[in-house]
């Protein structure tokens, strides 16, 4: 039996990053970015007003009001290409380069236009400076602006546009097939029968798997039958990075996904890990490089090895550059029991106290088939091996679970 940090460690070191690709911009939303991005343009690339108002010589207004011939407009996308000499001023809109000659921007709001136009009224004076943005005092071209790495979202979607990436460089997704086993399963569209229960790990897991950035293929069931599973196996691994099996890892006379792999000539990193629920988790590779994690079928147990062990591949083989679950540190709100030898995640919901410091509730729960509970939690609460009881007021490791 090893650690969960040793076992965490091994899936970091053992996986390796997939090849980048391009996507179309309006493609990449929640992509990993497989190299840097740059700035093209100074940012903004011209000095821009701030405000709608007169672009003027600060000097020609130090005395107020200040009577200025108008002399041209200036508006967002269609400056005025002139250059402001003394006693002159031009209408600017926000957005709107600021006129050659001009040293600031007064506000609509502090003058007057008299004449049909021709001559404004300034009535307050300005800054050298004031109500625009100097060029590239945001960012300069050829200046890095977000890093390999980084998860594309609504935001960063907004940088890459504004400096011309209509294509983006992003690591491939990864292929992930998830597989459950088990006789007693039947789809959900079916009624179950006298011992039969419908399956929701394939559910849960493909949506865990979408969650950390994977395309997801959800294979027919493999029962308990080695020679089914074997091939199954096989014929997915074909296509897959990753391989998910639910189930079939335990110690019991149908549980057949060890010798499967071992038939196929897998190599295996792990079987055994101090994590409660969670130990009889395998993480091998086959010989054509899939990685394969089988994991205990019961719900619970599934939840809590993909997202600590699955979905740390996915996010290596993104190129995430901290792929291992974020750990934070919580407020117990109420006792939780750990276990003699093995570490314990124990699903929990989040809150805030008043002051501010985050509170994590382990859940009533009936174990690691109660998936009903589990649905509720936000966060598993590490209690180490070896703690009999964490103590309501003490600080504890929090992972948050995705979605
Ligand atoms: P196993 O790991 O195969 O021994 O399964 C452990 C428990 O999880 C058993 O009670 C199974 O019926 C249940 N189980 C296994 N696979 C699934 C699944 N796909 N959906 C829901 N429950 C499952
Ligand atoms: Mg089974």
């Known amino acids: ?38 700035a093209d343009t100074d940012l903004p690339p011209f000095d821009r007003a701030q405000m709608d108002g007169y672009a003027v010589r600060s000097a020609d207004v130090r005395e107020t009001p200040a009577r200025l011939r108008v002399v041209g407009e200036a508006a967002a996308g269609s400056g005025w290409r002139g250059t402001l000499q003394a006693g002159e001023a031009v209408r600017i809109m926000t957005g709107a380069p600021l006129p050659k000659g001009a040293d600031s921007v007064q506000q609509v709001e502090v003058t007057r236009e008299e004449e049909d136009g021709s001559v404004v009224s300034i009535e307050r004076a300005t800054e050298p400076g004031q109500f625009y943005i100097t060029r590239a005092s945001e960012i300069r071209e050829g200046e890095r602006v977000l890093e390999a790495g ?103 006379r149908y549980d057949f996904t060890k010798a499967a792999l ?13 994590l409660r629920p969670g130990k009889p988790t395998v993480f091998a590779r086959l010989p054509r490089g899939t990685l394969v994690f089988g994991l205990p079928g019961n719900p619970v147990s599934v939840s809590v090895t993909f997202n600590l062990f699955a979905r740390t591949a996915l996010r290596v083989m993104q190129g995430v550059p901290r792929p291992e679950p974020f750990e934070e540190r919580a407020v117990l709100a109420r006792p939780a029991k750990g276990a003699a030898e093995r570490a314990s995640y124990l699903p929990a919901a989040l809150s805030t106290d008043s002051d501010g410091r985050l509170l994590a509730e382990p859940l009533k729960w009936g174990g690691s088939s109660d998936f009903v509970a ?23 490791k929090v992972v948050r679970l995705p979605g």
Request: proline share 5%.
């Open 150 to 252: 980084e998860e594309i979202n609504a935001a960063r979607m907004a940088v890459l546009a504004s400096f011309g990436y209509a294509s983006v460089p992003v690591r491939r997704r990864p292929r992930a097939a998830v597989l459950a086993t088990g006789t007693e399963l039947v789809q959900v569209g079916e009624k179950p029968g006298e011992d039969q229960i419908r399956d929701s790990n394939s559910y849960s897991l493909a949506a865990y798997a979408q969650l950390a950035g994977a395309v997801v293929e959800r294979l027919p069931f493999a029962g308990d039958d080695p020679e089914l599973l074997r091939r199954e196996i096989e014929q997915a691994a074909a296509r897959a990075d990753m391989l998910v099996l639910s189930g079939g890892v335990s110690m019991g």
């Open 1 to 38: 039996m090893i650690p969960v940090t040793e076992a965490v460690r091994i899936v970091v070191e053992r996986t390796e990053p997939l090849g980048a690709e391009r996507v179309a911009l309006a493609e990449a939303l929640g992509r990993v970015l497989a190299s840097d991005v740059f």
């Open 374 to 396: 589990f649905a509720r939690a936000a966060a598993l609460v590490v209690v180490p091996a070896g703690v009999k009881l964490a103590e309501a007021g003490s600080v504890v």
């Open 262 to 274: 071992h038939a196929l000539g897998a190599e295996t990193f792990f079987e055994r890990v101090a």
